[in-house]
């Protein structure tokens, strides 16, 4: 069955930087794209970046530029390094697929626990 453990978040000032790891087992994060997503308090959950299968990368706009997805095969780990980070840029950050809704558990919508990024002004 498929896992997904986030680390790496923090409390960070504003203009710093943190790395994120999303450690996979129970799929190969190799063969799916991939994608990290961030909700903050009160809004919708957005997809900030993604790397296909092939190492293609796309991010939004707001990050684009500051964060870089990579993916480690051996270790089965997507990371997402975010440099020049924003008070706007605080919320709670998930790897899953790039499709919502693809990877299941017991018939529901699996998402793992997610990491906490907290940059303060």
């Known amino acids: 069955q498929v896992q997904l453990v986030e680390s790496g978040g923090g409390l960070v000032q504003a203009g710093g930087s943190l790395r994120l790891s999303c450690a996979a087992s129970?799929?190969?994060?190799?063969?799916?794209?991939m994608g990290w997503y961030r909700q903050a308090p009160g809004k919708q959950r957005e997809l900030v970046a993604t790397i296909s299968s092939g190492g293609r990368t796309n991010y939004a706009e707001s990050v684009k530029g500051r964060f870089t997805i990579s993916r480690e095969n051996a270790k089965n780990t997507v990371y997402l390094q975010m440099n020049s980070l924003k008070p706007e840029d605080t919320a709670v950050y998930s790897c899953?697929?790039?499709?919502?809704?693809?990877?299941?558990?017991?018939?529901?919508?699996?998402w793992g626990q997610g990491t906490q990024v907290t940059v303060s002004s």
């Open positions: 129970g799929v190969i994060v190799s063969i799916f794209a």
């Open positions: 899953n697929h790039a499709v919502p809704g693809t990877f299941k558990l017991a018939g529901r919508d699996y």
